[in-house]
């Protein structure tokens, strides 16, 4: 994917009324696409927020921890899920309870 279609056809139709809508800030991998000169200045031009993220800095983002436990969670089946369909059930359960707040009682 290059550069303009991401902004094209994922930036304008879908992150940014998401944004908008939930008051959200953006945060990007800055892979060449999504770094481009034409998204930045999309963004910025659509005053969407964007977290400042270091290149390279997978460990620092949560959502690589959230599919670390996922992928953990499906490895530990029995049979391994070897196909979509054998997958989907599992993922969407585990998904709904990857984290689960401490009591504090």
């Not at 998204?39 to 599919?67: G, K, R």
């Not at 953990?72 to 599992?90: E, H, K, M, S, T």
Request: glycine share 2%; proline share 11%.
């Amino acid at each position: 994917m290059n550069a303009q279609i991401y902004r094209d056809e994922i930036l304008g139709p879908i992150v940014v009324p998401l944004i908008r809508s939930h008051h959200l800030i953006f945060q990007h991998d800055n892979a060449r696409p999504r770094d481009a000169r034409i998204c930045t200045q999309f963004l910025e031009a659509e005053n969407v927020p964007v977290l400042p993220w270091p290149a390279y800095s997978p460990d620092m983002s949560p959502i690589e921890h959230v599919w670390d436990v996922l992928d953990r969670r499906v490895r530990q089946r029995v049979p391994v899920p070897i196909n979509i369909q054998q997958l989907a059930q599992p993922l969407k359960r585990s998904g709904t309870t990857v984290y689960q707040p401490q009591s504090t009682a």
